[in-house]
């Protein structure tokens, strides 16, 4: 493998690689799939056996998904390292020095009220049956997302305050706020992952995210 790597190319297996992809070929599939989601591995794998001129089995299929991964998982490596050695580690980086012209003042700036917007909002359609899933033990390091064990220190306290809001102005909001009765309580019960929840400045860029886990909006 490390020869191969030398040569620009990596290998399908972690010992004796009968199969090996260009780095070139795995950039392209990844930009592919940033623009086109839908585009699929079987598909890509369908292109390079057409290129090479051999007959495609799922095999094919098989050994591109494991060479992906790879590449991710050494993007990921070297992104990671990257942010430490440029001290951009960390959850709270995003929040505070993310967006350039949020976080970097000039001297003598003269200072806003309020000193940043942040707008949050959250969909429905990210959905996951809860146990589907289950057999990937993977986790997903990712300096967007809020850990689980961290949005659940909130759980109750929206809940305990709404019983303090009264008033009918209140009431009539939550009445006509169809977002909300959008999916029933019933239906919420069947996802363990209702949808996620995004925090972004005003100019954009996006701060943190947080998964919905079996909730409704709020
Ligand atoms: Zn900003």
């Not at 990937?136 to 990712?142: A, E, G, I, L, P």
């Not at 069947?190 to 909730?215: D, Y």
């Amino acid at each position: 493998n490390v020869a191969l790597v030398h040569r620009g190319l990596l290998g399908c297996s972690p010992t004796q690689p009968s199969c090996a992809v260009t780095f070139h070929c795995l950039e392209l599939f990844h930009q592919i799939r940033r623009c086109q989601s839908s585009f699929s591995v079987q598909a890509m794998a369908k292109v390079l056996c057409a290129l090479h001129n051999v007959t495609y089995t799922s095999h094919f299929h098989v050994l591109l998904v494991d060479a992906f991964d790879t590449y991710l998982c050494i993007l990921r490596h070297i992104q990671t390292t990257l942010k430490c050695a440029l001290g951009r580690d960390g959850s709270k980086w995003k929040l505070r020095g993310a967006c350039p012209a949020c976080a970097y003042k000039q001297p003598g700036e003269p200072k806003l009220c309020p000193r940043r917007l942040h707008s949050m909002d959250g969909n429905l359609s990210a959905k996951r049956l809860d146990g589907s899933g289950s057999a990937d033990m993977r986790v997903f390091n990712s300096d967007y997302f809020i850990p689980q064990e961290k949005v659940d220190r909130f759980k109750d306290s929206v809940q305990s305050k709404s019983r303090n809001v009264t008033g009918s102005r209140a009431l009539t909001c939550s009445d006509n706020w169809v977002v909300a009765k959008a999916v029933q309580e019933d239906q919420v019960q069947v996802f363990q992952q209702t949808g996620i929840f995004v925090l972004a400045c005003c100019h954009g860029f996006v701060e943190c995210i947080a998964e919905m886990r079996r909730s409704g909006e709020l």
